[in-house]
């Protein structure tokens, strides 16, 4: 919403009542280098999720979100600077909103490894 978009019309989710089928695209840009490899990284050094009635326990969401909280606000290089991953999503919602309106091509952000 911030960058002009409706976040409930996607392009690759389908749209669905109170599903916000946008953010969810948009998101699949950053899913690998921001909520996985932190997450795998921190399972492979012994880290443990555990459940309770089939979701996870509260000790293992709270190890989750802060993992993930920590690398959004990880900087990353983005156009010659040094940004935080939550300003290059940002960004990335605002170029987006620029190539459906016609006015610029959109490029995916590639994060280095």
Do not use: C, T
């Not at 399972?43 to 802060?66: F, I, P, T, W």
């Amino acid at each position: 919403m911030n960058a002009g978009l409706e976040p409930f019309a996607g392009f690759l989710h389908v749209d669905r009542s109170g599903k916000p089928s946008l953010v969810l695209d948009l998101m699949e840009e950053f899913r690998q280098p921001v909520v996985d490899r932190p997450l795998l990284a921190w399972l492979n050094k012994g880290g443990r999720l555990r459940q309770e009635n089939g979701l996870l326990d509260s000790a293992s969401r709270e190890n989750v979100a802060s993992r993930i909280l920590l690398r959004m606000n990880a900087v990353e290089p983005h156009r010659g600077k040094q940004h935080q991953i939550r300003s290059i999503i940002q960004m990335q919602a605002r170029l987006a909103a620029s190539a459906v309106r016609g006015s610029r091509d959109y490029r995916s952000f590639l994060f280095k490894w």
